[in-house]
């Protein structure tokens, strides 16, 4: 059953205990925001106070030279104060990484009832969770993302465990 999109409980049970993800609640067709998604005021990013960040792409293949130190440097600076990094010439194949975007794809292009099958409280395997939010229940704002965990221990295992689109 669709959600009220305006009656924060009603949203929470449909998008999170019920493993519908954001996706299908975009999916029912919104003109707006869910309250439960904006961020209070005060945790907001002060757009007058934001500067440009000047961290250029890290280049992996200088890791196993004599630059070791300076990109492990670069990558925990960048890890504390932005957060993230892009990594150039890491050596992992384009069409692998093609292949772990179709397998993303095939996964959240399914219908949510498929996708809640694998929700953190009751999926079937203890390597693969979805859900929407890390800890929603203790959260100011529900994050806007569904995501997948899957734990890779052997190719065997994975094989037996991972949702077959994500083989």
Same mark, same amino acid.
């Given at each position: ?69 300076? $990109? ?21 194949? $384009? ?73």
């Amino acid at each position: 059953m669709a959600p009220s999109l305006d009656d924060g409980s009603s949203l929470f049970n449909f998008v999170v205990r019920d493993g519908n993800g954001v996706k299908a609640m975009v999916d029912l067709g919104l003109s707006k925001v869910p309250e439960p998604y904006i961020q209070p005021l005060k945790e907001r990013i002060d757009k007058q106070k934001a500067t440009r960040h000047e961290h250029l792409p890290i280049d992996f293949s200088r890791l196993n030279g004599p630059d070791h130190d300076e $990109v492990v440097k670069e990558i925990v600076t960048a890890a504390e104060t932005l957060g993230f990094f892009q990594l150039v010439n890491h050596g992992v194949p $384009v069409d692998l990484l093609e292949s772990l975007k179709d397998a993303a794809h095939n996964f959240f292009g399914q219908p949510s009832e498929k996708n809640a099958v694998y929700r953190k409280e009751v999926s079937p395997s203890p390597l693969v969770k979805y859900g929407t939010s890390f800890i929603p229940e203790k959260e100011k704002a529900l994050e806007w993302k569904d995501y997948i965990s899957m734990v890779h221990t052997n190719d065997a295992e994975a094989l037996e465990q991972w949702p077959k689109e994500c083989r």
